[in-house]
């Protein structure tokens, strides 16, 4: 198993959970809660040879909590990057007398410093693959006795390969093939970059419709306004094409820019575009001014981020006719998304694409169904994705995604393996430690009639109950709970239950949930809460 992927499942202590405090929590905060613990794990406090190993235990856990987030450098470090970042190599080197922001930016320094020794082995691979299928026959026959003919009108492969050179130069190298009514095409473009103190510099080379020399560059004016500009030179059989094109950004505010492109050679033209892009939405306005066409588009997304699915909108209008296009781009996992969109025109018809994303890997498959706007045409492109997709979905996605779950979980029971049955130890010394404090608690509750916790349990439910606890996957908590009662409140957090003392995850990379059955002034109520839903008690 790589180091890379041993990161990515790595588990890691969450210690404001372990404290019971929030992460915006004040010095006095964590000091109380310290304080709080260390009467209950310091071993001084135990004089029995075993509950004092398991004191010595807890107690260290406790005291290194303390000692990471009472330390404004180190949690620093713990906030921005978390616990990794205190593992790092260099640290040794930094000064305590830094601020939190220099010490992020030290560790900015030591990440890119890590980064550069594993430069030269990264090729950053990009990919396009393009596939035109002409299925008009479909809707419109030439011989209704005939099948319909479906045939691949054309198809395209770009593809490009990054070499870093140094951590400012970049060689890459990409190619293109194209093949359209039994006539193909394909070139080559070499390009080498570098970065410079306030923006790049770019040295094209290519061939194949003859040679082509070319240099790029770009340039951060200010804050908010960019320039990037460059000249082209093809020579062809039948003569030497020249191009030059520049582009000035500004960004109008947090989520909005503005850019003008002009452009000169083969197709003269002048645009002028405003993006603005937000976490719910975003939306693209263009206007061209060019040869051989003026057209305006406009270009809506819809983003709902709970079901990782993007609904868009694309009109566009000009001399060459208009364009409507509609469509969803649902993202299948971490790497990969599929898109189905329909375009309806003039004089393009209806067109049905498909695009599948895997990693920087694009494949592309626009179904020409046909010239003109039929209306058998736009129903079917635009029922055919949702029952593709259902079939799809049930049939190989969601097993897919179901073995792949197993197969994260079990790499990160692996992985953390010795870190897990060191929490469950603690978990049953906590809970040994914690049997005085949390009878005296009920007690102090009984008295009050406040608030006491009659049974609280940890981990994964029932599919469809969630007041159903799966008995191997689930953990009682009823005493840590308790004992985190104080003056008749308790409160717990917005992060994951299991670091919290005497708890530990019961299974791995499962949806948990807390339920708490309690009793209040004499009147019993329950509640179920997510593992990182934060409560307080009594409501």
């Known amino acids: 198993m790589s180091d890379e992927i041993d990161s990515d499942n790595e588990l890691e202590e969450n210690y404001y959970s372990y404290l019971n405090v929030p992460k915006e929590a004040s010095a006095e905060q964590i000091n109380n809660a310290y304080r709080k613990l260390s009467r209950l794990y310091h071993p001084d406090k135990h004089t029995e040879p075993e509950n004092k190993q398991k004191a010595e235990l807890m107690f260290n856990r406790t005291k290194k909590a303390y000692e990471v987030l009472s330390d404004p450098h180190k949690r620093a470090i713990y906030d921005s990057v978390g616990e990794k970042g205190l593992r790092t190599d260099g640290w040794e080197l930094v000064q305590r007398q830094k601020t939190p922001a220099e010490i992020r930016e030290e560790y900015e320094r030591l990440a890119e410093a890590a980064e550069a020794r594993k430069l030269l082995q990264n090729t950053n691979p990009r990919g396009n693959v393009t596939i035109n299928i002409n299925a008009t026959e479909i809707f419109s026959p030439y011989d209704e006795s005939d099948f319909p003919h479906i045939e691949v009108s054309s198809m395209s492969i770009a593809q490009s390969i990054e070499a870093p050179l140094t951590r400012r130069d970049t060689l890459t190298l990409s190619g293109n093939l194209m093949s359209a009514n039994g006539n193909g095409s394909g070139g080559f473009v070499v390009c080498g970059r570098r970065l410079l103190n306030k923006g790049w510099l770019e040295l094209d080379v290519g061939a194949g419709n003859g040679l082509l020399l070319g240099v790029k560059g770009g340039r951060t004016l200010s804050s908010l306004v960019t320039l990037n500009a460059g000249a082209s030179t093809n020579f062809r059989d039948n003569g030497v094409i020249p191009g030059l094109f520049t582009t000035l950004g500004v960004q109008l505010d947090k989520h909005t820019l503005g850019s003008l492109t002009l452009n000169a050679g083969g197709q003269a033209s002048m645009s002028t575009q405003i993006d603005r892009n937000t976490e719910r939405y975003a939306w693209s306005t263009s206007f061209v001014i060019g040869s051989p066409?003026?057209?305006?588009?406009?270009?809506?997304?819809?983003?709902?981020?709970?079901?990782?699915?993007?609904?868009?909108?694309?009109?566009?209008?000009?001399?060459?006719?208009?364009?409507?296009?509609?469509?969803?781009?649902?993202?299948?996992?971490?790497?990969?998304?599929?898109?189905?969109?329909?375009?309806?025109?003039?004089?393009?018809?209806?067109?049905?694409?498909?695009?599948?994303?895997?990693?920087?890997?694009?494949?592309?498959?626009?179904?020409?169904?046909?010239?003109?706007?039929?209306?058998?045409?736009?129903f079917y492109a635009t029922v055919t994705p949702i029952i593709v997709w259902f079939f799809v979905k049930k049939s190989i996605i969601e097993p897919m995604q179901a073995e792949r779950k197993n197969i994260e979980i079990e790499k990160t029971k692996r992985t953390n393996e010795q870190r897990m049955n060191l929490k469950r130890q603690e978990a049953m010394a906590a809970l040994d430690l914690m049997q005085h404090t949390y009878e005296r608690i009920v007690q102090e509750e009984m008295e009050r009639n406040g608030l006491i916790i009659v049974k609280a349990t940890y981990g994964q439910t029932e599919e469809n109950n969630q007041n159903e606890f799966i008995k191997d996957a689930s953990i009682d908590v009823t005493v840590p709970v308790q004992c985190l009662v104080k003056d008749g409140s308790l409160e717990l957090y917005n992060s994951s239950k299991s670091d919290l003392p005497g708890f530990y995850d019961p299974c791995i990379g499962e949806t948990k949930f807390l339920r708490i059955d309690y009793k209040h002034n004499n009147v019993n109520k329950s509640i179920v809460i997510k593992d990182i839903e934060a409560v307080r008690l009594p409501r």
């Open 293 to 378: 066409h003026i057209y305006f588009s406009i270009a809506y997304t819809h983003k709902m981020l709970e079901n990782e699915l993007k609904l868009k909108a694309v009109a566009k209008v000009g001399t060459f006719g208009f364009m409507a296009e509609y469509g969803a781009e649902k993202k299948i996992s971490k790497y990969s998304s599929v898109l189905a969109a329909v375009s309806i025109g003039v004089p393009t018809g209806v067109i049905l694409k498909f695009k599948v994303i895997r990693s920087q890997q694009t494949y592309v498959f626009p179904i020409h169904l046909s010239e003109e706007i039929v209306p058998a045409a736009v």
